[in-house]
């Protein structure tokens, strides 16, 4: 089965949960969508929604419960901190529509929008 997973972490933990993703082999800068409550920069939060496989479910499940997985260039202490603050969100890829605005919603965040240049605007 295929999964819809949408992953936010604080600013503060971005570069650490960036690191998760090289070490997943996702390559670098995976939290690319800025989020503030306001909608307005600075951004308190980066996320992403991607579709993965059980093996992600696993563990991210596991982790929860505290078995932290030995990733190659990832510290456990970057790994710590990025599940101390991970917001997380699991469901059938089949249902991935509008999944991340749910789950930003539900949290209280929205996408900053890039400003478009003055000739654009």
């Known amino acids: 089965m295929r999964y819809s997973v949408v992953m936010i972490v604080s600013a503060a933990s971005r570069a650490a949960g960036d690191k998760l993703g090289v070490a997943l082999g996702w390559g670098a800068e995976n939290f690319t969508v800025p989020l503030h409550a306001d909608a307005q920069p600075p951004a308190s939060h980066f996320g992403l929604r991607i579709t ?11 982790a929860r419960k505290g ?36 789950v930003t919603d539900r949290h209280g965040l929205k996408r900053i929008e890039p400003a478009l240049p003055p000739d654009l605007a």
């Open 67 to 102: 078995v932290l997985p030995d990733l190659p260039g990832l510290s456990q202490d970057d790994l710590a901190l990025v599940l101390s603050d991970l917001i997380t969100d699991v469901r059938p890829d089949s249902a991935r529509g509008g999944h991340f605005e749910d």
């Open 52 to 62: 993965a496989g059980p093996e992600l479910i696993a563990l991210l499940s596991d």
